[in-house]
């Protein structure tokens, strides 16, 4: 399961928070009987902040309970700012739009990999399709809220990943239908001189020479409009946009140039 992954992941970050605030949360977990009576009372004889924060975080990830302490800790984050934009607690998994995949791209049977292709595939034409360029939006939109997911790349040798307004060209030039060519999309890049984000025709270098474990994570928060690249695998802010407002609906896109590219599920 992708969330307890994410969660393990960010054990170390979560065990330090939680050693200061563990009392909240055994009380939240104890009063929603997602623990024992027992259990509660072996980790509260635990006096060592971080060691009691290390023992329920192991009895949670051990015994499935990742959800219900999402769950605790998304009912508290507007108490904890620090929680607020921390990646797993808006974890989804959006699934590519078939109706919008460039008949070069090929999109796997589950809607979650896209892979470069010299073949064309035949697709039928939609008003959604990107007709031209190597480009696909997902079916899921987003239009308030905090949302993230990421992107395993390792495969990916030239692609673009980020966010575009359903209002994005499916047709015309680069600078119409490519992702961060234009005011209705925003991505992280790779291609052979590196790594860049891009908006609107305006490239900033990334000083990152390879992602850990080529995992891209995204966490789009339509409210304040915000839109921040991670590190998927240390959660580690690449980069942070100020996208605004609009009265659209923002969807996460894709852009392959060469190799494929899939949505952690």
């Given at each position: 399961?992708?969330?307890?992954?994410?969660?393990?992941?960010?054990?170390?970050?979560?065990?330090?928070?939680?050693?200061?605030?563990?009392?909240?949360?055994?009380?939240?977990?104890?009063?929603?009987?997602?623990?024992?009576?027992?259990?509660?009372?072996?980790?509260?004889?635990?006096?060592?902040?971080?060691?009691?924060?290390?023992?329920?975080?192991?009895?949670?990830?051990?015994?499935?309970?990742?959800?219900?302490?999402?769950?605790?800790?998304?009912?508290?984050?507007?108490?904890?700012?620090?929680?607020?934009?921390?990646?797993?607690?808006?974890?989804?998994?959006?699934?590519?739009?078939?109706?919008s995949v460039n008949p070069w791209l090929?999109?796997?049977?589950?809607?979650?990999?896209?892979?470069?292709?010299?073949?064309?595939?035949?697709?039928?034409?939609?008003?959604?399709?990107?007709?031209?360029?190597?480009?696909?939006?997902?079916?899921?939109?987003?239009?308030?809220?905090?949302?993230?997911?990421?992107?395993?790349?390792?495969?990916?040798?030239?692609?673009?990943?980020?966010?575009?307004?359903?209002?994005?060209?499916?047709?015309?030039?680069?600078?119409?239908?490519?992702?961060?060519?234009?005011?209705?999309?925003?991505?992280?890049?790779?291609?052979?001189?590196?790594?860049?984000?891009?908006?609107?025709?305006?490239?900033?270098?990334l000083n990152i020479s390879q992602l850990?474990?080529?995992?891209?994570?995204?966490?789009?928060?339509?409210?304040?409009?915000?839109?921040?690249?991670?590190?998927?695998?240390?959660?580690?802010?690449?980069?942070?946009?100020?996208?605004?407002?609009?009265?659209?609906?923002?969807?996460?896109?894709?852009?392959?140039?060469?190799?494929?590219?899939?949505?952690?599920?």
């Open positions: 399961m992708a969330t307890q992954a994410v969660i393990r992941r960010q054990k170390p970050l979560l065990k330090r928070w939680l050693s200061s605030n563990m009392s909240f949360l055994l009380d939240a977990l104890d009063s929603k009987e997602i623990i024992s009576r027992d259990f509660y009372h072996s980790a509260n004889d635990i006096q060592n902040g971080g060691e009691r924060a290390g023992y329920v975080l192991d009895f949670i990830i051990d015994t499935g309970l990742v959800h219900e302490l999402l769950e605790v800790l998304n009912d508290v984050k507007d108490q904890y700012p620090q929680l607020r934009t921390w990646p797993p607690l808006y974890f989804c998994s959006p699934t590519i739009n078939r109706d090929d999109c796997n049977a589950d809607g979650r990999t896209l892979t470069a292709t010299e073949l064309h595939q035949g697709y039928p034409d939609h008003s959604e399709r990107f007709a031209e360029w190597k480009v696909a939006l997902c079916s899921e939109n987003f239009s308030s809220g905090r949302h993230y997911w990421e992107v395993c790349v390792k495969q990916a040798q030239i692609f673009r990943v980020g966010i575009a307004y359903a209002v994005i060209s499916r047709r015309g030039s680069q600078c119409e239908t490519w992702l961060g060519l234009n005011r209705a999309s925003w991505c992280l890049c790779r291609r052979p001189n590196g790594y860049f984000v891009a908006h609107d025709g305006i490239e900033t270098p850990e474990k080529d995992k891209i994570g995204v966490l789009v928060d339509v409210d304040q409009g915000l839109l921040y690249f991670y590190d998927g695998s240390t959660e580690s802010v690449l980069y942070m946009f100020r996208i605004g407002h609009s009265a659209g609906s923002v969807h996460a896109a894709f852009m392959v140039g060469q190799g494929s590219i899939t949505i952690v599920a």
